[in-house]
Antibody, heavy 117, light 110 residues
Framework: EVRLVESGGGLVQPGGSLRLSCAASGFTFSGYWMHWVRQAPGKGLVWVSRINSDGTNTDYADSVKGRFTISRDNPKNTLYLQMNGLRAEDTAVYYC??????????WGQGSLVAVSS | QSALTQPASVSGSPGQSITISCTGTIDDVGNDNLVSWYQQHPGKAPKVMIYEVNKRPSGISNRFSGSKSGNTASLTISGLQAEDEADYYCCSYAISSTLIFGGGTKLTVL
């Protein structure tokens, strides 16, 4: 069974940092591009970042460029999102996504990040 | 990186068909066939219903179909059922090497 389990979310003050993790199982993690997508409370989906299968190529949305870093550890089957300089507008549920836009597209259940003083 | 344009809401009666549009530009929807549609029920993670414009993943009902013309993609749901009531999002790859989602459409089954 394919599983993506996000962790590391929580409450953080503006300007603070947080690292999200996504533990993958049930498939060959190293064979897929992986993405982070977020959804603010009551709002729509917004793509955040992606990383290729071996971790050598990354892309970011303009809104997080320079503040967030995506990475992966293929031997540990884990995807990461390091978030620095957090702002109130970063408050959202963050989803880990396998292979977005392709046949094997699959989403985790999400991790809530709340940025507030 | 502006969001793709979707209607905020659509509605239909059981058994009817509805179509949700998703309008972008030549730099995203109109550039290639990497357009997907997602269904999201309240409190749940999104689920892909259509990928690469008109392909259905295994297990997705053939009541769901996708198409594209120019810079506009469309999702059609035929034979509406109560369980189809959800939010629907389109998503496209863009030439800037990013992904762009639509603003979402709330489908109400009357």
């Amino acid at each position: 069974e394919v599983r993506l389990v996000e962790s590391g979310g929580g409450l953080v003050q503006p300007g603070g940092s947080l690292r999200l993790s996504c533990a993958a199982s049930g498939f060959t993690f190293s064979g897929y591009w992986m993405h982070w997508v977020r959804q603010a409370p009551g709002k729509g989906l917004v793509w955040v970042s992606r990383i290729n299968s071996d971790g050598t190529n990354t892309d970011y949305a303009d809104s997080v460029k320079g503040r967030f870093t995506i990475s992966r550890d293929n031997p540990k089957n884990t995807l990461y999102l390091q978030m620095n300089g957090l702002r109130a507008e970063d408050t959202a549920v963050y989803y880990c996504v396998r292979g977005a836009l392709y046949r094997d597209d699959f989403w985790g259940q999400g991790s809530l990040v709340a940025v507030s003083s | 990186q502006s969001a793709l344009t979707q209607p905020a809401s659509v509605s239909g009666s059981p058994g009817q068909s509805i179509t949700i549009s998703c309008t972008g530009t030549i730099d995203d929807v109109g550039n290639d066939n990497l357009v997907s549609w997602y269904q999201q029920h309240p409190g749940k993670a999104p689920k892909v219903m259509i990928y690469e414009v008109n392909k259905r993943p295994s297990g997705i009902s053939n009541r769901f179909s996708g198409s594209k013309s120019g810079n506009t993609a469309s999702l059609t749901i035929s034979g509406l059922q109560a369980e189809d009531e959800a939010d629907y999002y389109c998503c496209s790859y863009a030439i800037s090497s990013t992904l762009i989602f639509g603003g979402g459409t709330k489908l109400t089954v009357l």
